[in-house]
């Protein structure tokens, strides 16, 4: 997947003054990708592959996973972009946010964000935005390289 954490254990026994050995355990944890391209117009039945409708970038933050999405124009009047990261093969989605001015810049708390590899942009209107994506609402999307 393209946003992947990986977890190395380093175990190492230390001489201790009463000879018995001490058995010390460090974890370090490699630095999640940063990932950045273009957004595009859904094509066929998957979310991106058209024209070029903005740029997002997914990265390490000090609190989680930052997101940042640009989107090249407006929603149409009455209605709001909100940002997504999805599951491409469950469907699961987790909502970022809402783009003002066009722009998101979020971060996120996520315990395993190799689960999502695509990022969707929605346009809904402020009373129908839930929980979860609506996909006949996708804008824009792409597939988060790895």
């Known amino acids: 997947m393209a946003i992947t954490i990986t977890t190395i254990a380093l175990m190492v026994l230390m001489p201790?003054?009463?000879e018995t050995p001490l058995l010390v355990t460090s974890t370090l944890a490699?630095?999640?990708?940063e990932n950045s391209g273009d957004l595009t117009e859904p094509e066929d039945s998957m979310p991106f592959g058209?024209?070029?409708a903005g740029t997002y970038s997914i990265g390490p933050d000090r609190y989680g996973l930052r997101v940042?999405?640009?989107m090249d124009d407006s929603p149409t009047n009455g209605t709001l972009y909100i940002a997504w990261l999805v599951d491409n093969?469950?469907?699961n989605d987790i909502g970022i946010g809402q783009l003002v001015d066009d722009e998101l810049a979020a971060t996120q708390q996520i315990t395993n964000s190799s689960l999502y590899n695509l990022i969707?942009?929605?346009e809904e209107s402020p009373d129908a935005v839930g929980t979860s994506r609506n996909q006949s609402a996708i804008v824009a999307g792409a597939?988060?390289?790895g």
């Open 120 to 122: 969707e942009v929605t």
């Open 50 to 52: 058209g024209e070029t």
């Open 68 to 70: 940042q999405v640009n």
């Open 89 to 91: 093969s469950t469907g």
């Open 16 to 18: 201790t003054m009463n």
């Open 143 to 145: 597939e988060i390289e």
């Open 30 to 33: 490699q630095e999640e990708e």
